[in-house]
């Protein structure tokens, strides 16, 4: 089961939501899961935090067409969310570790997992 939209998960949301580094950012949850193509790549990469990706294994991963993940991810880039560099045809993504932000997503994904799974 997949943690999009699940309505148990709303305190986890909050918690993270009223984070003083969210708020020290200027960064709503509303820019980072703007869409829920946005949100599904950014599952996959907080899934693998550690793991370099192509685009199109981003597209295919998260189910979702090539042109929208790339519109997802220059969204996500220009948040610093991401890094994207191009290596011949395909471009290379993963999770850009110098924004604190980051460190907070991989955990919040970790909280949303085991909550989930307690719910269960």
Known sequence: MTWLGD???ISIVN???SSKLFLSFRLRLSDIFASR???RVLEELLN???TIFTQIELARRA???SSSVDRSLNRLEKLGIVRMEKLSV???VALNFNNKVVSLLIQFNRDVKKADRDNS
């Open 7 to 9: 309505p148990r998960l």
């Open 15 to 17: 918690r993270y939501i």
């Open 37 to 39: 193509v946005q949100a």
């Open 48 to 50: 693998a935090p550690n």
């Open 63 to 65: 189910g979702c067409s």
């Open 90 to 92: 395909n471009k290379i």
